[in-house]
């Protein structure tokens, strides 16, 4: 834990076939942290090359440096407490979209992930060190909303609060063909996998190590 430069607050499934067929899809499993095999579709490795790095996830809290004075054990009893005052949220299933042009799987608007998103991103915001002027520029705060630029000032990211949308994404951007084809895949890949209902359960607290990828560092159940 004390060698990740990044944190972030992500849901994740739980050991199982969905969870297996989501890091064979993006080629990294968050879990074990490593590469593995991807299905045999024609583009995959550089169609998917964006996303993998993160591994397979939803952003609750987006990714951030600790605050001076901040360690990662810190961090993890701040995730634990307020992983204790959380309930679990459920809803109907996962839909698979084309999202801005990216694949992903995306629930259905819900009240109660947007509340459970917004108590984790506040609560946690302590741990959470300003934006450089270089990582607040990565953001092209030009092309935000005065709302979105507002969240980025107060919250590090502009799609927090009001602006959050989950999504679990599987692709980076596709042109028409390249959606048709990779849709086509992924429908194959989790058929019968997709939980219905889906339940987030859990905060998972993940790294970025120093190549840039994605770890599962440790899962709290949501308890309250």
Do not use: N
Request: charged share 25%; hydrophobic share 45%.
């Amino acid at each position: 834990m004390d060698r990740m430069k990044r944190f972030a607050i992500y849901y994740a499934p739980r050991e199982g076939a969905f969870a297996e067929a989501a890091a064979c899809w993006l080629g990294w499993d968050l879990a074990r942290g490593c590469a593995v095999a991807q299905p045999a579709v024609p583009g995959i490795a550089a169609l998917t090359a964006e996303p993998r790095k993160y591994g397979f996830h939803g952003t609750i809290k987006p990714p951030f440096r600790l605050a001076p004075g901040v360690v990662p054990g810190d961090l993890a009893q701040g995730v634990a407490d307020l992983a204790q005052s959380l309930r679990p949220v459920t809803l109907p299933g996962l839909d698979l979209v084309l999202l801005g042009g990216f694949l992903a799987l995306v629930p259905g608007p819900d009240e109660g992930l947007s509340h459970l998103a917004a108590r984790v991103v506040d609560g946690l915001e302590r741990f959470r060190a300003p934006l450089t002027e270089a990582e607040i520029a990565r953001r092209r705060p030009d092309r935000l909303t005065e709302r979105q630029r507002a969240l980025l000032a107060a919250y590090g990211y502009p799609y927090v609060m009001e602006e959050f949308q989950f999504h679990l994404t599987l692709s980076g951007r596709l042109d028409p063909d390249e959606a048709s084809l990779l849709r086509a895949a992924a429908e194959a890949q989790f058929a019968g996998l997709i939980p219905q209902p889906f339940v987030l359960e859990d905060l998972c607290l993940c790294g970025e190590d120093a190549e840039g990828r994605f770890h599962l560092l440790d899962r709290y159940a949501l308890s309250a």
